[in-house]
């Protein structure tokens, strides 16, 4: 069985430009979570999506971050405009449901100068 | 609110046992998770238990939850150079939603 999938895996960008990133999730999982995880720290849930809803996005600093999963597969997480605080690895996680377990993938390390 | 605590840094020689310690504040937490990070990895699932278990074993790992003072530990057994990584604890509330809140992960470190 495939892992989560997620591009890219590195991405350097200046302040107030904007970024996304993709993630697919383990065939078949209704459930998919962003996390953002800060050097040093553990991660920290960003929005959760139930098929092609949102669950809990209340962590989300909606004036600058967007998620989309719109049909219930890969699901996108932009930044815009991107700040120096925002330089953290995101984490794509999916989960089946009725099942407690949630597959991560590795991330996307983003580096904002 | 939900909080949870672990300590920054362990240090074992290898064949010894390494014991991970985490404290948590939601009692009604209903799951609670161990993951293994190995640098510029994402997250792996090791194992978890459920709130009314106090005991989970799985080969060399074992992980015990005293939910009276709402502490988890994950002890692995013969500890091996390949172990050392970054743990995190987790827990699932009992409240509504499946996300989970990390403690701020251990750093195992195993000498040779």
């Known amino acids: 069985e495939a892992g989560v999938a997620q591009s890219p895996r590195y991405k350097i960008i200046e302040k107030r430009q904007s970024v996304a990133f993709w993630c697919n999730p383990i065939?078949?999982?209704?459930?998919l979570y962003w996390y953002q995880q800060i050097l040093g720290q553990g991660p920290k849930l960003l929005i959760q999506?139930?098929?092609?809803?949102?669950?809990?996005d209340s962590q989300l600093p909606k004036d600058r971050f967007s998620a989309e999963r719109l049909k219930g597969v890969d699901s996108t997480l932009k930044i815009q405009p991107a700040k120096l605080e925002d330089s953290a690895v995101y984490l794509c996680?999916?989960?089946?449901?009725?099942?407690?377990?949630?597959?991560f993938g590795p991330g996307t390390r983003l580096t904002v100068t | 609110g939900e909080d949870v605590e672990q300590s920054l840094f362990l240090s074992v020689r290898e064949g010894d046992s390494s014991v991970i310690n985490c404290t948590y504040t939601?009692?009604?937490?209903?799951?609670l998770y161990w993951y293994k990070q190995e640098p510029g990895a994402g997250l792996q699932l090791l194992t978890y238990?459920?709130?009314?278990?106090d005991m989970k074993q799985d080969q060399r790992l074992t992980v015990l939850l005293n939910k009276k003072d709402k502490h988890l530990s994950l002890r692995i057994a013969d500890t091996q150079t390949g172990d050392s990584a970054i743990y995190f604890c987790?827990?699932?509330?009992?409240?509504?939603?499946?996300?989970?809140?990390f403690g701020g992960g251990t750093r195992l470190m195993v000498k040779p």
């Open positions: 996680a999916s989960e089946s449901g009725g099942s407690y377990e949630q597959y």
């Open positions: 065939s078949g999982h209704a459930t």
């Open positions: 999506f139930q098929n092609n809803g949102v669950v809990d």
């Open positions: 939601d009692s009604s937490s209903t799951y």
């Open positions: 238990i459920f709130s009314n278990m």
């Open positions: 987790a827990e699932k509330p009992g409240n509504a939603g499946n996300m989970l809140t």
